[in-house]
């Protein structure tokens, strides 16, 4: 769904009202930018980034011993 906004005159953007319920966004929430093939991506910035990540790629972990793998890995430092 596209939303048009316009950049005012000090290059600031209002976040249009179905957008900002959509995303549950207040005033002084964060957002991050990303530029992605020429377009500019806003999403909100996660507030804690710990909780944020965790569980991040967990099926690539599924079955690793984490103790063994990391002492592998700090074999191959020496």
Request: no cysteine; net charge positive; aromatic share 6%.
């Amino acid at each position: 769904m596209a939303i048009p906004a316009r950049i005012s005159s000090k290059h600031q953007i209002v976040i249009p009202r179905e957008a900002r319920r959509a995303l549950s966004l207040g005033a002084g929430d964060e957002l991050l930018i990303e530029i992605e093939e020429g377009r500019l991506v806003l999403y909100p910035r996660p507030k804690d980034y710990a909780k944020h990540l965790r569980g991040l790629h967990k099926e690539a972990w599924r079955g690793v011993d984490a103790t063994q793998y990391v002492k592998e890995e700090r074999k191959t430092w020496e």
